[in-house]
């Protein structure tokens, strides 16, 4: 599910565009967390979220020619979640 959502933000992008994407990531939490299904976890919150990973990322941008043109950044938030700031751009 998350290929088909991503491969269409992609599609819709300029070449040489840049796409700022904030969302939950395990980096940081791996040892809080519950594999639930499909990419959504269990979190110590109590909520079901979808968490990219390092791996999944990484798939992504091969996947699509894409670029980091800044480092992939995490915060964790109260030990509950990990947010990650994820800036690309389309070759």
């Known amino acids: 599910m998350l290929v088909k ?3 269409e933000l992609i599609r819709v992008l300029k070449k ?3 796409l700022f994407i904030r969302m939950t990531t395990d ?3 791996t040892s809080t967390i519950c594999n639930h299904k499909n990419g959504v976890y ?3 919150d109590g909520s079901k979220r979808f968490l ?3 791996k ?3 798939f992504l941008l091969k996947e699509h020619n894409l670029e980091l043109i800044e ?3 995490t915060t ?3 030990d509950l979640r990990s947010m990650a700031t994820i800036v690309l751009r389309k070759g």
Do not use: A, Y
Request: glycine share 8%; net charge positive.
């Open 71 to 73: 480092p992939f950044k």
């Open 42 to 44: 269990d979190l110590k």
């Open 27 to 29: 980096v940081g939490v």
């Open 52 to 54: 990219i990973t390092r």
């Open 76 to 78: 964790v938030v109260e």
């Open 5 to 7: 959502m991503f491969s």
């Open 56 to 58: 999944m990322l990484s």
């Open 16 to 18: 040489k565009g840049t």
